[in-house]
């Protein structure tokens, strides 16, 4: 059965790769009016104004009908600040499907990364004991270069251990 909604597009079964993935979310960036990543401060020296409530919004909106010189003070009919209204609810239940992307991909790849590093770990453990055969000596550098760069394998250097006092000698006489 087709689907009758016209604004839905096509879903492809075949999984998308990283660089389509990226690809297509840079395609969407560069149509979404506005954006754009604010400059360090910025965020904090909007933030009493873009939190008031739609509750607050309605109000005044309903104000700027009710007073002839207000839509002049403000630069918006109430037409236009309702309008304005509707599109950045629409774009808040976007951001909440980009977090809640963001947090599924953040999750897909933690488990392929946890999948890699038990690989990596469980051959690190068969080579440390195929290494001990002369017959797998040439393991040997590779052990060594996974030794070096395994962070489980860390042990603390002399500058990272923290200091120990020598216990306090009392003079006796």
């Known amino acids: 059965m087709a689907n009758s909604n016209s604004n839905t597009l096509p879903v492809s079964s075949i999984p998308l790769t990283p660089e389509e993935a990226v690809q297509q979310f840079r395609a969407m960036r560069d149509r979404i009016p506005e954006f754009g990543v604010l400059p360090a401060g910025e965020p904090s020296r909007l933030a009493a104004a873009a939190n008031v409530t739609p509750e607050f919004i309605g109000v005044t909106i309903t104000a700027v009908s009710a007073a002839e010189p207000l839509p002049g003070v403000v630069g918006s009919t109430p037409d ?39 690989k990596a770990l469980q051959i690190y453990q068969v080579c440390q ?7 797998f000596s040439n ?35």
Do not use: C, H
């Open 129 to 135: 004991q195929l290494v001990r055969s002369l017959e």
């Open 139 to 173: 393991l040997k550098p590779l052990v060594d270069a996974m030794k070096r760069t395994n962070r489980f394998n860390r042990r603390r250097t002399t500058a990272e251990q923290p200091e120990k006092k020598a216990p306090e000698q009392t003079a006796t006489k």
């Open 80 to 118: 236009e600040m309702r309008l304005e209204l509707e599109a950045t609810q629409r774009w808040a239940s976007v951001l909440d499907e980009l977090d809640a992307l963001r947090a599924g991909i953040a999750g897909a790849l933690t488990t392929r990364r946890y999948r890699l590093g038990l």
